[in-house]
């Protein structure tokens, strides 16, 4: 199984990214998505997930109506769409999925190797 996160880089305050999340070895229908980042000196956070059916929806405070994570389950990939980007968003970016039909709020069974993104003001 490997995730693979991509789309990084380097933006100023107010550009968008889109961080794309494809998978090998497994398929993401019924399976919950997420999206988490570090900042440096900080731990991990939570950014944004979708419940395994697609139904539901839930962001950080810090992102919500900046940020929207979709799939698109043909090309087996989950996306982090990111507008209106603050230096504060800066951060390495990670996707995770889950086993098949697990509760977004578990810890996620699998990790993507991250990707870089960086806001300056």
């Known amino acids: 199984v490997q995730l693979q996160a991509s789309g990084g880089g380097l933006v100023q305050a107010g550009a968008s990214l889109r961080l794309p999340c494809a998978a090998s070895g497994l398929t993401f229908i019924n399976r919950a998505m997420q999206w988490f980042r570090q900042a440096p000196g900080k731990e991990r956070e939570f950014v944004a997930g979708n419940t395994w059916s697609g139904g539901r929806t839930y962001y950080a405070d810090s992102v919500k109506g900046r940020f929207t994570i979709f799939r698109d389950n043909a090309k087996n990939t989950v996306y982090l769409q990111m507008n209106s980007l603050r230096p504060e968003d800066t951060g390495v970016y990670y996707c995770?999925?889950?086993?098949?039909?697990?509760?977004?709020?578990?810890?996620?069974?699998?990790w993507g190797q991250g990707t870089q993104v960086t806001v300056s003001s």
């Open positions: 995770a999925t889950h086993r098949l039909l697990a509760d977004i709020t578990s810890t996620p069974d699998y």
